[in-house]
């Protein structure tokens, strides 16, 4: 299903998909002058409605980059801001909570242990001293 929607999402023209097929069966021969002429019209009117539409589209791209440059959106305000919600969502999340939360009790514990070694270490150097 995927390959299937992929392909109906590829920018190429489909050139080329069955001209083995083609090429070998004559059409033309089946067709009367008139029919020949209305599908000749027809294709002209095809590929000057594809070169239309790739103008416009290509308008609207160079449109969207004004607008972009305009509000100060280029590629690496672009990334920043993705990375800052990404950075944002993930603190949201019960699992960062969590660890963060487990972290800073250890930390406290680690800041509380360290203090009394080194309150320990003080009084024996104190009493170092006195003697």
């Known amino acids: ?61 160079r449109h969207l980059v004004e607008i972009k440059q305009k509000l100060g959106m280029n590629l690496m305000n672009e990334l920043k801001q993705n990375f800052s919600k990404s950075w944002h969502d993930m603190q949201t999340t019960t699992a960062y909570k969590k660890t963060h939360e487990t972290l800073s009790h250890a930390g406290q514990k680690a800041t509380a242990a360290f203090s009394n070694v080194g309150t320990a270490i003080s009084k024996k150097f104190g009493d170092m001293r006195r003697k």
Do not use: C, H, W, Y
């Not at 998909?17 to 209305?38: Q, R």
């Open 1 to 61: 299903m995927e390959t299937q929607a992929q392909g109906l999402l590829e920018s190429e023209p489909l050139q080329g998909v069955d001209d083995d097929s083609v090429a070998s069966a004559d059409f033309s021969s089946m067709l009367s002058e008139e029919e020949k002429e209305e599908l000749k019209a027809e294709l002209v009117q095809l590929e000057d409605e594809i070169t239309t539409l790739r103008q416009v589209l290509s308008a609207k791209e």
